[in-house]
């Protein structure tokens, strides 16, 4: 292969094939380590360099979804004496992770693109919630990443606190592995480092203020991004302002993420009392990734379905609540989006008829 040591952050034959489609046969790859409005961060075989959109791909009718974020692989020119590369193209993405942003309309922001796992954090101090933590979940498997669950702050909270956090984890069969650890007394974290592996890429979601940037700092081992105190109810204050892709010295990425205070997973229910972690947790055994669980072989959830394993209302509220928050509200954002950058297109190409 090719680009060998673009291996090393992530690379494999799956997107050499997307490259072969997409990119100049002369063109070369690089990574997404962050997005600033229009310049990128890219990584390649010979380290970091910035780069712009390149003329021809910001006229190109892109949603939002389909431009450039945190973990993508780009199409990219640019010869040494260049201060910028150019930007051509995205490759197609093996897993990604979107939220639902709140406003008038429904609409989908990517939070990263090929993840290989999304840790998904919350403090036992005053963060913990158990619907908030099944919504990222289902998130996380629409995606195609792996969950893994990360207790922080167990520095500040008693044994028992932590063993019932613990305990209705385990209650709503939550499939995902669960791991405790302290930023202070740094218990748990080594044992976090060592599932660590290189040429991996994992993502932090989770509320403001739960320590994701203390983790990544402690992982490094200097203190690589910004963090601050929380206030004496453990919120915090939206200290990283930026998606940031880091790679640590054995190879593994990781990205930090802005903390939320709601990820609109399941339709932003705030009130959603009913527990879809059976669910989420037999989805894992689905044949497709991307099961919708109402018609597809191999379909587990289906299965226990038929065997009472679970509930059929309890199954159609599942599918109706998926149903509303994904595809007929997307599809509708896309072509708003689509509109919208036809809209600017329009205007572009008028533009370039008057200087003529
Ligand atoms: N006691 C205790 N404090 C912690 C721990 N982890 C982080 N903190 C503190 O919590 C505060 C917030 O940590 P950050 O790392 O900035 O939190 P964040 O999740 O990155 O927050 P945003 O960037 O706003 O999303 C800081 O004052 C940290 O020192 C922990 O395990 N125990
Ligand atoms: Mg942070
Ligand atoms: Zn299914």
């Known amino acids: 292969m090719k680009n060998s040591s673009l291996e090393t952050l992530g690379w494999d034959s799956w997107f050499e094939e997307e490259a072969r489609l997409r990119c100049d046969p002369a063109g070369a790859v690089a990574r997404v380590a962050a997005v600033d409005r229009d310049q990128l961060l890219l990584l390649n075989e ?6 712009k959109y390149s ?10 979804l389909e431009r450039p974020c945190v973990g993508d692989w780009v199409c990219v020119e640019k010869s040494p004496a260049d201060q910028f590369g150019l930007v051509q193209g995205v490759l197609s993405r093996k897993t990604s992770l979107r939220r639902r942003a709140a406003g008038e309309w ?44 990360l ?42 480092r060592s599932i660590l592996a290189p040429g991996k890429t994992y993502c932090l979601v989770g509320s403001s203020g739960v320590g994701k940037s203390t983790l990544i700092n402690g992982l490094v081992g200097r203190e ?14 939206h200290t990283t302002v930026r998606r940031e892709l880091i790679v640590l010295e054995n190879g593994a990425m990781v990205i930090d993420n802005p903390g939320t205070r709601e990820f609109g997973v399941l339709g932003a229910e ?22 919708t669980h109402t018609n597809e072989p191999g379909c587990a959830v289906l299965k226990a379905l038929a065997t009472g394993i679970i509930d059929a209302e309890h199954h159609v509220n599942f599918v109706k609540l998926r149903r509303e928050s ?31």
């Open 106 to 149: 429904v609409e989908y922001q990517m939070i990263a693109a090929n993840v290989d796992c999304v840790l998904i954090v919350q403090s036992c101090h005053y963060d913990f919630n158990l619907k908030r933590l099944e919504r990222y979940l289902v998130m996380v498997s629409d995606g195609g990443a792996t969950p893994y669950v």
């Open 326 to 356: 994904d595809y007929s509200q997307m599809s509708y954002a896309e072509k708003r989006q689509k509109d919208k950058n036809f809209g600017k297109y329009v205007k572009s190409v008028k533009k370039d008829l008057e200087r003529d």
């Open 224 to 237: 690589v991004l910004e963090t601050s105190v929380v206030s004496a109810s453990g919120e915090g204050r």
């Open 46 to 51: 010979s380290g970091a360099f910035r780069a």
């Open 270 to 291: 705030e009130g959603m009392d009913e527990s879809y972690a059976d669910i989420v947790a037999l989805s894992s055994q689905c044949r497709f990734r991307d099961c």
């Open 151 to 192: 207790l922080t702050k167990i520095d500040l909270v008693g044994p028992d606190v932590l063993a019932s956090q613990l305990a209705q984890i385990r209650r709503a069969a939550v499939a995902a592995p669960v791991l405790a650890l302290s930023n202070v007394t740094k218990e748990g974290v080594e044992e976090l």
């Open 55 to 64: 003329g021809k791909y910001k006229y190109e009718a892109v949603t939002s």
